[in-house]
């Protein structure tokens, strides 16, 4: 499929007839015109004729999907005059190239509808005839423009979900660093340190990158192990726990430990 904006030149493709096969252009001359515009309203979602100078010769022929209330009004208009002004230089320039006999291109035309969105069409421009005259067909493209009104709006919707989760790991991160308590992050399923801030490093001793992954446990001394299992069988039972007093590994110091379980992404964390 084309890129968003891109544009597309139609291509003929042509095969040698076989016994006696007539080719496109052999069948399609013996139509007649009336069958011709029916068949283009059918295989497009709009078509009219055009002037050499532009000016829309006719009725708009309408497909099902697109009422032809819009477009009641056009005959005598130019095209340029029912159209935006940023389609105006994109209409010269098909006119031009279908003048000049060059291979037709899409390309997305707006019309402004007084009171509703604009419709966005997508044309391609072909001579007809001797005098001078042009044909565009179109294909209606709200329903492409709505699928990406719907996707700018899904994108949007993500970068500020993406930019209130960094606004708020940035408030976290700078709490964990101005906390003059020591705080630790652990994995409630491993029991390992998660993360630890400047005061846990300074209470345990022990820098904050040798604190990431170390067993919580290990922080106190060999007798509490009890409690910190304890503790931390409440926090998987109740949520809570209540205070414990423990002594720190190596040392003689006691710090009182407070406790309580948070979710983080799909992992259980506990904060101590």
Same mark, same amino acid.
């Given at each position: 499929?084309?890129?968003?904006?891109?544009?597309?030149?139609?291509?003929?493709?042509?095969?040698? %007839?076989?016994?006696?096969?007539?080719?496109?252009?052999?069948?399609?001359?013996?139509?007649?015109?009336?069958?011709?515009?029916?068949?283009?309203?059918?295989?497009?979602?709009?078509?009219?004729?055009?002037?050499?100078?532009?000016?829309?010769?006719?009725?708009?022929?309408?497909?099902?999907?697109?009422?032809?209330?819009?477009?009641?009004?056009? %005959?005598?208009?130019?095209?340029?005059?029912? &159209?935006?002004?940023? &389609?105006? %230089?994109?209409?010269?320039?098909?006119?031009?190239?279908?003048?000049?006999?060059?291979?037709?291109?899409?390309?997305?035309?707006?019309?402004?509808?007084?009171?509703?969105?604009?419709?966005?069409?997508?044309?391609?421009?072909?001579?007809?005839? &001797?005098?001078?005259?042009?044909?565009?067909?179109? !294909?209606?493209?709200?329903?492409?423009?709505?699928?990406?009104?719907?996707?700018?709006?899904?994108?949007?919707?993500?970068?500020?979900?993406?930019?209130?989760? !960094?606004?708020?790991?940035?408030?976290?991160?700078?709490?964990?660093?101005?906390?003059?308590?020591?705080?630790?992050?652990?994995?409630? !399923?491993?029991?390992?340190?998660?993360?630890?801030?400047?005061?846990?490093?300074?209470?345990?001793?022990?820098?904050?990158?040798?604190?990431?992954?170390?067993?919580?446990?290990?922080?106190?001394?060999?007798?509490?192990?009890?409690?910190?299992? &304890?503790?931390?069988?409440?926090?998987?039972?109740?949520? !809570?726990?209540?205070?414990?007093?423990?002594?720190?590994?190596?040392?003689?110091?006691?710090?009182?430990?407070?406790?309580?379980?948070?979710?983080?992404?799909?992992?259980?964390?506990?904060?101590?």
């Amino acid at each position: 499929m084309p890129e968003k904006g891109q544009d597309v030149a139609l291509r003929n493709v042509s095969s040698q %007839p076989q016994g006696g096969t007539k080719n496109l252009a052999e069948v399609m001359s013996g139509i007649e015109a009336p069958d011709v515009a029916q068949l283009l309203a059918a295989a497009a979602d709009i078509a009219f004729a055009l002037n050499a100078d532009g000016t829309i010769d006719g009725a708009v022929r309408t497909g099902p999907e697109l009422s032809a209330d819009p477009f009641a009004h056009w %005959p005598g208009k130019s095209w340029a005059e029912v &159209s935006t002004v940023e &389609s105006a %230089p994109k209409i010269e320039q098909m006119l031009q190239e279908a003048a000049m006999g060059l291979a037709p291109r899409w390309r997305q035309i707006n019309h402004a509808v007084e009171g509703q969105p604009d419709i966005p069409v997508r044309y391609a421009v072909m001579k007809a005839g &001797s005098r001078g005259q042009f044909v565009a067909v179109g !294909r209606d493209l709200r329903s492409l423009a709505a699928m990406q009104q719907k996707l700018l709006a899904a994108e949007q919707s993500i970068e500020q979900e993406y930019a209130r989760l !960094r606004h708020a790991e940035t408030r976290y991160r700078l709490l964990m660093q101005v906390a003059t308590e020591a705080i630790l992050v652990v994995d409630s !399923r491993s029991g390992r340190v998660m993360e630890a801030n400047a005061a846990a490093s300074t209470l345990m001793n022990k820098p904050v990158k040798r604190l990431s992954g170390m067993q919580f446990a290990t922080l106190f001394d060999t007798g509490d192990a009890e409690k910190v299992e &304890s503790l931390m069988m409440s926090l998987r039972a109740t949520g !809570r726990a209540d205070d414990v007093a423990l002594t720190l590994e190596g040392r003689q110091q006691q710090a009182v430990l407070s406790a309580t379980i948070f979710r983080q992404e799909t992992a259980t964390c506990y904060l101590m």
